[in-house]
Every structure is written in structure tokens, then in C-alpha cells.
């Protein structure tokens, strides 16, 4: 489109007219406003909108960054803060098994309880410890995956037994040992218990009358406990860890690993081998329904059917089994009732 040299021209020509020669002119482009717009130039405007502010980057001088809490950066028009990864909160993963603690130096059953997220009754059930317990660095302490207790299957056993027994629900038992049904279950073992509890029943008291006083007169002799015969110690060392009582139905006698342990009354051997809690264990039948245990040995000597002479060593100390520390577990059964062994020994 030529231009109109008639037309008016705009201030800007006259404002650098001076900057051209005398034959030349400013030559100035105008828009048609028709009344109708094509298609091309709807298209040029349409994608005018597509034009963006640039993100800037906003420079700082030396040092101006140290002194600010946190890094920025504008984008946009907006302010973005880096977030300190270092003061990210981290989130531990589930425990699903039973894992093993040893105590350090200035360490409680609380603290231990405490880091591993769980009740102190749990860790104190778990290691047949009480409240009145001793560990000591070293120890070594089974702490289960959530506050509960463990339970070793036995025959017969059913889930939805097991589940009233302790009062928890079928499911969530299955859940958290990841049982698809019943049948899974399996003579010998052990499965976690979440929220479980021991069931302690308190001694029953017993009131005598007369007539059961004279009935206790005439009782058989074999169905009594009575000393008579005393028996030997049954280790080298007289340091007792725990003594007897309506919940430890025997006596701890501590002492350094590989200790010697003797029998404490001639005999003959009724087991030796594994047991639940006790770890090796030896049992000596001493005849006239008297019989003698020591748990949690590191090494066992004698067999079963073997016969042993008082005082002969039959094992030697450990800390097998449900154990904190190196010492063996003594237990005087009479008539399968556990009497305190310290009525027996000399």
C-alpha cells in the first residue's frame, strides 16, 4: 500500500526529521481497521495471548545470600522456598520380626522400651524378666516388632482359641503374622501377639479348718514335700540373680559362661535337649517323684537314660533360651509341683 504524501504526518517525524536527508522520509506503517477480519489475522491474534513473561532471575551481590533463612527464587513473579531437607522428619519402616538388643552402659528396660517403640511389660514378658530384673551391658534382649507377646503353637491349637485367650481379634492376629487362614498354623511356631498380655493368676489362699488339718496329718508321705535329704549347689558361685517366687518358680544362679553345673542329687536322666524358654535344659529324675532342672546351659554332657552321681557336672553355664546373662535356672520338682530350691540345697 503506497503512502499518501498529503496524509498528516506523526509527531515522531518531526521529532527526528533531521536524522534523514532532505530526499529522504519516515516512512510510517498503519493497520487497516476494517470492519471485517480475516482468517490469517484472527490467527496472528489469537496467538499474541501465547506470549509469556520470561522467568528472571534475581541476582544478588556477593554474600547477600548467607545471611537469609532460607535459599529464594523468583519464578514468576512468585517466591519459592527451598525446603531444608535436613530438618526432614524421617519415618521409620515397621519392624515385622523379632530383633536382639544388647544393653549398653547407662541403658533401662524404659529407654530400650522407648526406642524401640514399644511397652516395657513387652520386653519384660518376652525375656521372662520382672520388674525387680537386673540387666547389665552385654545382656541380650529380644524386643518383638509391637507391644504384645509372643506365643509358640501347641497341638490343637486354633486361632480363634488363641484369640479369646488373650482377647484379641482373630484378625488382626492373622493380619500381623500374615496368616491367609487357620490352617496355617503349625505345632512349634511362634507367632506375635499385638496387644496381648500375660495372664497372671494370683496364688489361690488357702483357709484350714479342723477336719482339713487332720486330713493334712494323714497325707502320704510321697505326696509331701519334705527336705530331708539335702541336696548339693548346683554350680560353682553363690551370686542369686532372681530367688523364687509365685511368678519364678525357681532360682538364678549367675556366673561367667562355660561355669560348670552339677547334679544336685543322684539320678537319672529324664531329657536333655531344647526347651521353650529354658533354652538346654537338663531334667534328672531322682526317684520317689523328685526331680531336679538346669536351664539355659551353653553346652550339655549327659543324655537321656544316662545315670548321673550327686555332684557329677552335667552341663555347663550359658544364656540360652529366654535369658539376659550367663547363669543357670534351678528348679526342685516334686510330685510335678516347683518348690523354692533353696529349701533343698546345702
Given at each position: 500500500m503506497?503512502?499518501?504524501a498529503s496524509a498528516p504526518k506523526p509527531i515522531l517525524f518531526y521529532l527526528i526529521q533531521s536524522e534523514f536527508s532532505e530526499d529522504g522520509e519516515l516512512i510510517v506503517e498503519t493497520f487497516d481497521q476494517s470492519a471485517i477480519v480475516t482468517p490469517e489475522e484472527e490467527n496472528y491474534l489469537r496467538n499474541l495471548g501465547s506470549v509469556r513473561v520470561q522467568p528472571q532471575a534475581e541476582m544478588k551481590a556477593v554474600g547477600e545470600a548467607e545471611n537469609e533463612t532460607a535459599e529464594s527464587l523468583v519464578h514468576g513473579g512468585s517466591s519459592f522456598v527451598k525446603p531444608n531437607l535436613a530438618q526432614t522428619k524421617k519415618?521409620?519402616?515397621?519392624?515385622?520380626?523379632?530383633?536382639?538388643?544388647?544393653?549398653?552402659?547407662?541403658?533401662?528396660?524404659s529407654t530400650i522400651a522407648q526406642e524401640y517403640d514399644v511397652s516395657v511389660s513387652t520386653i519384660l514378658w518376652e525375656n521372662n524378666l520382672t520388674a525387680y530384673s537386673v540387666i547389665r551391658p552385654g545382656n541380650s534382649l529380644a524386643i518383638l516388632p509391637a507391644s504384645g507377646i509372643s506365643y509358640v503353637i501347641q497341638r490343637g491349637d486354633t486361632l480363634q482359641g488363641i484369640a479369646k485367650k488373650y482377647d484379641v481379634a482373630e484378625e488382626e492376629i492373622a493380619r500381623f503374622n500374615k496368616l491367609a487362614d487357620a490352617s496355617y498354623l503349625k505345632s512349634g511356631q511362634k507367632i506375635i501377639i499385638p496387644g496381648g498380655s500375660k495372664k497372671y493368676t494370683a496364688p489361690a489362699v488357702t483357709s484350714y479348718s479342723g477336719i482339713a488339718a487332720l486330713r493334712e496329718l494323714v497325707t502320704p508321705p510321697a505326696a509331701k514335700a519334705v527336705p530331708g535329704n539335702k541336696m548339693n549347689w548346683p554350680t560353682v558361685g553363690y551370686r542369686i540373680t532372681q530367688y523364687y517366687s509365685w511368678r519364678h518358680r525357681g532360682i538364678d544362679i549367675a556366673n561367667k559362661i562355660g561355669t560348670a553345673i552339677y547334679a544336685a542329687d543322684a539320678g537319672t536322666v529324664e531329657y536333655a535337649g531344647w526347651g521353650t524358654g529354658y533354652g538346654n535344659q537338663v531334667v534328672v529324675d531322682h526317684g520317689g517323684g523328685k526331680r531336679t532342672r538346669y536351664g539355659h546351659a551353653s553346652k550339655l554332657l549327659v543324655q537321656k537314660g544316662e545315670e548321673v552321681a550327686k555332684g557329677q557336672v552335667i552341663a555347663l553355664i550359658g544364656s540360652t533360651g529366654w535369658s539376659t546373662g550367663p547363669h543357670v535356672h534351678f528348679e526342685v520338682i516334686i510330685n510335678n509341683i516347683k518348690y523354692n530350691p533353696l529349701d533343698f540345697v546345702k
Open positions: 503506497a503512502a499518501d519415618i521409620k519402616r515397621p519392624r515385622t520380626t523379632i530383633v536382639f538388643h544388647t544393653v549398653q552402659s547407662g541403658e533401662t528396660i
